[in-house]
């Protein structure tokens, strides 16, 4: 029988992606003991109820004593005050990864906390769902989907290949890239649409009474679209858009250039404008249904 990745695995916040990582860690056998660090009773009290660890505390010394892995788990806001609370309490050798949808942030963020001697490998799991909580997770959300690691210079090679074997071992693909180049790709691929969804939902949401009720009756697949993705939890994603601004206000100028170019075409009848545009993007579609990203 093959040895476990890793003997313990410290899991901060257990909300959709860590509990989610738990399970497949459960499923494949990574792991001989899971345990999580959480503020709140009642996501360690589901975590400890579903099963999917062996133990939940809210102190940051119990929680990380003996852990080979920590993955951090928690809104990109909170992050530097979790790593100050588990920083003077993590053994040497322990690598800490994360799970942020930033990068730059997070690696401001944690870095300085983080004693010598412990490995710091930057990750993030293309992959979620609109719910959130313990309750929310299962162990085939990585299946098929990227992970991006954002190794930093001087890294240890040897954390950065156990953290791939890692996403590896439970069928996720991984990928390296630069921290700034992590957030400008992402910029465009998930924050965007995230705050295109908030912002349709939200207009929707101002229309008087009638109209706001009828919306919601009459929704076509493009607005239960929108609906789905700005159903995502709140706060993770205000950290997101302040953690990654530049370039998403970088993107949003770039955005709003080509939203004026299309008021532009169907104000003068230009329909040849919109064709165009449209059978380009449409071949984006296509691209991403090959890619088995669909």
Known sequence: MTAPLFDTVCLVGIGLINSSLARA????????????????????????????VDAATADAAEAVK????????????????????????????TIVTDVGSV????????????????HFVPGHPIAGTEHSGPEAGFAELFAGRWTILTPLPGGDPKAL??????????????????????????????????????????????????????VIKFSASGFRDFTRIAASDPIMWRDIFLGNKEAVLEVIQR???????????????????????????????????DAKQA
């Open 66 to 93: 003996g852990a080979g892995l920590v993955v951090v788990g928690t809104p990109v806001g909170a992050m530097e005050q979790v790593a100050a609370a588990i920083g003077p309490h993590l053994e040497p050798g």
């Open 161 to 214: 290949e156990k953290v791939r074997a890692l996403w590896s071992a439970i069928g996720a693909m991984v990928e390296e890239m630069d921290p700034h180049h992590h957030d400008q790709v992402l910029a465009i691929t998930s924050h965007l649409p995230h705050l295109i969804a908030y912002t349709i939902v939200g207009t929707a949401n101002d229309l008087e009474g009638h109209l706001q009720q009828e």
């Open 25 to 52: 860690l459960r499923k494949h056998d990574l792991a001989r003991r899971l345990v999580t660090l959480d503020i709140s009773a009642e996501a360690r009290d589901a975590a400890l109820r579903l099963g999917i």
């Open 255 to 289: 955005f709003t250039e080509d939203l004026t170019a299309l008021q532009r075409a169907i104000r003068w009848g230009e329909g040849e404008v919109l064709e165009e545009r449209f059978r380009e993007t449409r071949a984006i579609r296509r691209a991403i249904i």
């Open 103 to 118: 990068k730059i942030a997070v690696v401001r963020d944690l870095v300085p906390h983080l004693p010598d001697g412990v």
